[in-house]
């Protein structure tokens, strides 16, 4: 195998690397549990293309779980010297789609929305599923309108636009929904996330257990907190957060009657000065 990649441990976990001239185009990032698996989907990759201006960083997993996906993410994003970073699970296979074809749907993505930040091969738009993929459920399937933008994106195969400077959040922790948390972090930031069409197999079946219900209730908790409605605090204007439009107008013109209640009050205030 031509591919070489960097095992990252909790004695070898470093701070970010600056970016050469030499940098690569993909960083290709995975979570390892099982190195058998993650030999097969190097080799997958490899068969794939992505040998020419890429790295392979890989958290080290298989003595135990000493990396969460949080976490993980964060620090391979402070690794990574990649322009694009796909974080990926171990149980993911290239078919016929590689990084030509990679290349070709993000350069259609650019065109379409220059502020894009996710590109996954699977998930939810608002409007139901958007997918491209192959996994127990089915073979072969393609639903949506590819490119299409996303709500969520399923983990097993996210590209991240390191231009983004999108990460995952700090206060959360776990191994499921950072996808979403992803996509909400671009949302709020004003970049797009997008499922495309990217055809691989996954062979895991996405089973939902304790785990996944507590990382459920914290990502909810988490964004509960942060868009709670009501007025912030500034050195000046309080801006109004709410996700009611009614509320927003309503706070908007009472801010502009007390605007012109001050207007009003200035020029009483001058022509009495002037009068005088």
């Not at 379409?112 to 998930?123: F, M």
């Not at 590209?159 to 959360?172: E, H, K």
């Not at 219900?213 to 908790?221: G, I, N, Q, T, V």
Request: proline share 3%; net charge positive; charged share 25%.
């Amino acid at each position: 195998m031509s591919v070489h990649t960097t095992w990252i441990s909790r004695a070898t976990a470093a701070p970010a690397q600056p970016g050469g001239g030499d940098a690569p185009l993909f960083t290709i990032a995975t979570l390892v549990s099982d190195g058998a698996q993650y030999e097969e989907m190097l080799r997958s990759f490899e068969d794939g293309g992505f040998t020419r201006d890429c790295e392979y960083l890989a958290l080290d997993n298989r003595a135990g779980n000493d990396f969460e996906a949080y976490g993980g993410i964060r620090l391979v994003l402070a690794r990574a010297r990649g322009r694009h970073v796909i974080v990926c699970h171990q149980d993911v296979r290239l078919i016929k789609d590689g990084r030509r074809e990679l290349l070709a749907r993000l350069e259609e993505l650019e065109l379409r929305d220059p502020l894009w930040a996710l590109a996954g091969n699977a998930g939810g738009t608002g409007q139901g599923i958007a997918k491209r993929i192959s996994d127990p459920h089915g073979e072969d399937q393609h639903a949506g309108d590819l490119p299409e933008r996303a709500l969520s994106l399923d983990e097993n195969f996210i590209v991240i636009n390191r231009s983004s400077m999108i990460a995952p959040s700090a206060d959360l922790a776990g191994f499921h929904l950072y996808g979403t948390d992803l996509c909400l972090q671009a949302r709020m930031r004003g970049h797009g996330a997008y499922v495309i069409n990217y055809h691989l197999r996954h062979l895991g079946r996405g089973t939902i257990g304790r785990d996944y219900y507590h990382c459920l209730e914290a990502l909810e908790d988490k964004y509960a907190r942060v868009l709670q409605p009501g007025s912030i605090q500034t050195t000046c204007l309080a801006p109004t957060i709410s996700a009611s439009s009614w509320r927003l107008a309503l706070a908007r013109f009472r801010r502009l009657r007390k605007k012109l209640k001050k207007l009003r009050i200035e020029r009483q205030a001058k022509a009495a000065k002037s009068k005088g």
